[in-house]
């Protein structure tokens, strides 16, 4: 067999579906609205909390709404497109298994060592940001960690490793490890309580909306002194391409396919409500946010607290403050699942050593995988300033957006027989959309982070021509499963 031939070997659809029928690692516990809550976990977040303000600020004016909606549009292409996957094959890993079923194992092994990294790297940016709003907390109480625990070297005078953030990572891996399920209730009430505090900011502010502060809707066209544009539609563009990052996460539902108890039909309604829900608040946020107060005063790092404090509303602020710290540790979870569970996939396809490939004898949780990432993601978080790294979440993400669209194509063409419990509409031009929109974006990163990028994939390329393309179980086809 030739080296394109095994590196496009791939199983068929109909073989994922039957072993996604057959196979018992994981207890199906997830049902719809759990598996919603695991995709609002993972896009709700600094997205309403910090982007919407910030970048009415700095690009958009009052049209950030508008900036949502675009980015919404190119988020829902890639959606629908994840929704049309999850209910035909049903089977934890992802874009992975995604593009493994159709792309081949090559491309699929690169998809997943991306996915791996990205989850990783966002759960340790998260858990250090969680740090912080918590430490805001604690100091606003009279409470303060010692100088050296308060954060990771060079975040600080005197700072050593950030205690809080390694903590919350290290904890969240336990409870993930324990059962899926207790994890799962505890995720669904943290973000019940995320969107009621998110409710409270609309149903309290648009009571306070001024009209005037809406216009002009899109502010004329400025060049700042750096010569960077902003404002104008290039401005709501501009805004676009970063609040984008605030509109994914519905991904990470897709990798516990094993575990809901009816995968064909639950998951594509769970990655479409959970974006739907998602577009909703941030739209009616993006709005009462610069209708309360003007938008030129949003530049700062809790805009939507400072906006409520401006009006003299101190028990918004406080509410909205607790709300973003119970609620980031919803992101937290979604992530580290995910990731847990590609690594899990990855392991059990021969790709990685199969002793990654063991669920807990009792809790029927992927439990080495989850215990690892909880140790390093801690190291990360409390060790590392998280910032620059965090450029790699977005290149990674919009790989896979990327294999995801053309792959509904591909499989249209190739398979048009196939059952499917949810099409993608349009195709190939909802595809083509998300596919579009993602290559752009990843043509606007900086070139630290290509390079950053390079270095993973060319290390994946080593690890799978070193194990993977050797120990695979499609290069290994007689071995029991």
Not at 88 to 95: E, N, Q, Y
Request: charged share 10%; aromatic share 12%; with cysteine.
């Amino acid at each position: 067999m030739g080296l394109f031939a095994q590196l496009t070997r791939h199983k068929s659809v109909e073989q994922l579906q039957s072993e996604a029928g057959a196979r018992g690692d994981f207890r199906r516990v997830l049902g719809v609205w759990q598996l919603t809550a695991i995709g609002l976990g993972g896009i709700i977040g600094v997205g309403i909390f910090v982007l919407a303000g910030q970048q009415a600020a700095a690009n958009a004016g009052p049209a950030v709404a508008l900036a949502f909606l675009i980015a919404g549009v190119a988020s829902a292409a890639a959606a629908l497109c994840y929704a049309e996957f999850a209910g035909m094959i049903p089977v934890t890993g992802s874009a992975y298994t995604y593009g493994y079923a159709v792309l081949g194992e090559g491309v699929a092994w690169l998809i997943g060592w991306d996915l791996l990294l990205e989850y990783a790297l966002i759960v340790a940016a998260v858990a250090s940001g969680w740090s912080g709003y918590l430490q805001n907390l604690l100091a606003a109480a009279g409470i303060h960690l010692p100088v050296w625990a308060q954060g990771a070297m060079g975040t600080g005078e005197g700072r050593v490793f950030n205690v809080i953030a390694a903590a919350v990572a290290i904890a969240v891996a336990v409870l993930l490890t324990v059962r899926t399920e207790w994890g799962a209730r505890f995720n669904t009430l943290i973000v019940a309580i995320k969107v009621i505090g998110v409710a409270l900011v609309i149903g309290v502010g648009v009571f306070y909306i001024d009209p005037a502060n809406w216009v002009p809707f899109i502010p004329e066209r400025v060049i700042d002194a750096n010569g960077v544009g902003h404002f104008g539609f290039q401005g709501v563009v501009t805004a676009a391409a970063v609040v984008f990052f605030a509109v994914f996460g519905y991904d990470t539902l897709t990798t516990a396919a094993e575990e809901s108890r009816n995968p064909q039909r639950d998951l594509p309604r769970a990655v479409l409500l959970s974006l739907g829900v998602s577009m909703t608040l941030y739209l009616a946020i993006s709005l009462v946010l610069t209708g309360i107060v003007p938008y030129a005063t949003l530049a700062n790092d809790a805009p939507v607290a400072n906006a409520f404090q401006s009006l003299g509303l101190t028990w918004v602020r406080v509410a909205i403050s607790i709300t973003a710290v119970t609620g980031i540790i919803s992101v937290v979870f979604a992530f580290m699942l995910a990731a847990a569970r590609i690594w899990f996939a990855l392991a059990r396809d021969g790709l990685l050593p199969g002793w990654f490939a063991r669920v807990h004898p009792t809790y029927g949780t992927p439990y080495r995988p989850t215990l690892i990432l909880g140790v390093l993601t801690a190291l990360a978080a409390g060790a590392l300033p998280i910032g620059e790294l965090a450029e790699l979440v977005n290149i990674g993400t919009l790989s896979a957006f990327i294999v995801i669209c053309a792959s509904i194509i591909v499989l249209r063409r190739t398979r048009p027989d196939v059952r499917r419990a949810f099409r993608t509409p349009f195709v190939p031009l909802v595809p083509l959309i998300g596919i579009g929109f993602s290559a752009w974006l990843i043509s606007q990163l900086p070139p630290i982070t290509w390079e950053r990028f390079g270095i993973w994939m060319a290390i994946g390329l080593v690890v799978y021509f070193a194990w993977g393309f050797r120990h695979s179980r499609l290069a290994r086809p007689h071995d029991a499963d």
